[in-house]
Every structure is written in structure tokens, then in C-alpha cells.
């Protein structure tokens, strides 16, 4: 079946959907984009993720490119039309194309929108799961605005590239104090040795995920004490347990950390709880 991709205004061929050559997105990375979850045909927390969305374009005053009810019109369409049951849907928006110049105030762009969906089998997820991720930690050279979720994400794409290499699947960014802002594409958690829940509380430091805050509220369901606070590697080491979070994955247990093994080194029961529960309390949606 040939994939469909949505690309200004219209539905195209995978292979044969483009932007233009100077999109200021593909020139200065002045883009940005969300990954929204589907599961059994659903949207997950799809009100979050386009409130994020709004946000990131308030932040760079790049414009809306339609209404919420048209994006998510698009987001349905796509998610039919390539037959999505499980997976993925990838939405950005640049500020748009005009011949190549650092300032943008003086141009009257209309921003380029781009949708793509595309199938995960639960059955992988649920495999990488249970086998638990490996962590290696890494400088964080990112910039000072990663609350924004732009396509600047070469950092990120070097980071994973590491992590890849020794053996890994996720890279913790470390800032200059030592502590642990996130993961290269996802939130950073422990079980810290009082047991609690640690995570770092937001800032233009780290990205406010979607799932991290959907965790917050299973937390809260369940009973589980939290502290926003950083955590250090070594804090990390001496943890009960350590895991991440994004759309793409829920929540994963780590395994561990630079070589070293996190708790018993196999998933931790209240990671694998938080998992158990993360689709109960997410928002679902039927595709419009
Ligand atoms: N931090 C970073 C840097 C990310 O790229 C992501 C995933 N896009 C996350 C955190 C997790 O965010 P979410 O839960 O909204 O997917």
C-alpha cells in the first residue's frame, strides 16, 4: 500500500511529496513539530500535544496553519489513509519559504505544514518493554530553548548516534551542574533510594512531554509520592529505578546506565505500574 502524506493543502504520494527548496525550515531549522500516539485507531493525548503545538509556534511567532479542527480533520485523514492501527503521526510546521535571510519580520509567509503517519507494532514496544533500555549519559550541548520542540535536533541526532555505538538506546543529557536535564528524545525519571519519584521540574532547560505530564497524573491516581528536583548520574547509580518517557515509547525501564546496572538491573515493578496504567489515564480520541 503506498503511503500518503499530507504537505500543504494537499494529500500526495509518499515519494513524491516535497517543500520547497528554501523552506525556512530545511535552511535554518525554524520548524517546529510534534509525534502524537495512535493506538487501536485513537489519538492519544491529542489535546495536549496540538496545546504544545500552539505553544512552541507562540513561543518562534510562527502562524497557525489552520484551525484545530481542520489540523486534526488532517491528522484523521492521514491516519486513515495509510491504514494506521498502531503508531505514529508526525506533524511540522516551518515558518515558511522565502528566498534565504535571517530575518523574518518583514515577509508576509504562510507557514508550510507537513503530516505523516506511520504504523509501530505494539508487539515491539511491548518486547522493548520488558528487555528494558540501556542509558549512556552525554554532555548536554543543546540551547538554551529546549522547551520548544523545534527541528533543531542535531544534538539529539548525535547523542542517539553515541548511544547507538556503545551499545545503547537512549543518551541522558547532563548539563554543566551535573545534572540530568532529559533524554535525547524523552523525559528522565528515577526512583530515587527514598523511593519516590524524581523527575526535573520544567524550564527552558528540558521539554514539557506530553507523556511525562500524563505520568504525573497516574502518579497522583496511584498514590505515588513525586518530587520535582534533578538528579545527578550518581543519584541515578543509587536509584531503585530509572525510566523514560515519550509518546513513542509510554513509559520504558531502564536497565542501565553507562555500563552499570539500575536497581536489580531488570525493569522496575513501579516503571512497569506506570506503564500498565499510562493508557488508562492518557487521553483517547477517535480520528475525526
Ligand atoms: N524530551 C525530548 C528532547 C524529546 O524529543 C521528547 C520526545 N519528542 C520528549 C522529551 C518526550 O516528549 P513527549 O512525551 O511529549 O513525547
Redo the contacts with the bound molecule.
Sequence with gaps: MARVVYVNGSYRRHGEAHVHVEDRGFQFADAV???I?VSSRQLV?AT??LD?LRRSLGELSICEPMSRPAMLHVIGEVVRRNRVTDGLVYMQVSRGATRRDFPYTDKALTPTFVCLARPVSPAIRKAKAQRGLRIVSLPDI?WGR?DI?TVM?LP?VLAKEQALAAGADEAW?VDTDGFVT??????AWIVNADGQLQTRALSPA?????????TLDVAAAIGLEVVLQPFTIADAYVSREAF?????GAVMPIVELDGNAIGSGRPGPVAQALGKSFHKYAQHQDCP
Excluded: F, I, Q
Excluded at 182 to 187: C, K, Q, V
Excluded at 244 to 248: K, Q
Design positions: 513539530y510534534e509525534v500516539e493525548d495536549r500535544h504544545r543543546r529546549c520542540k535536533l539529539a543529557l532529559e533524554g535525547a528524545s524523552s523525559n528540558l521539554l514539557a512531554g506530553v507523556t511525562r505530564h500524563t523514560a518517557t515519550s509518546a513513542s
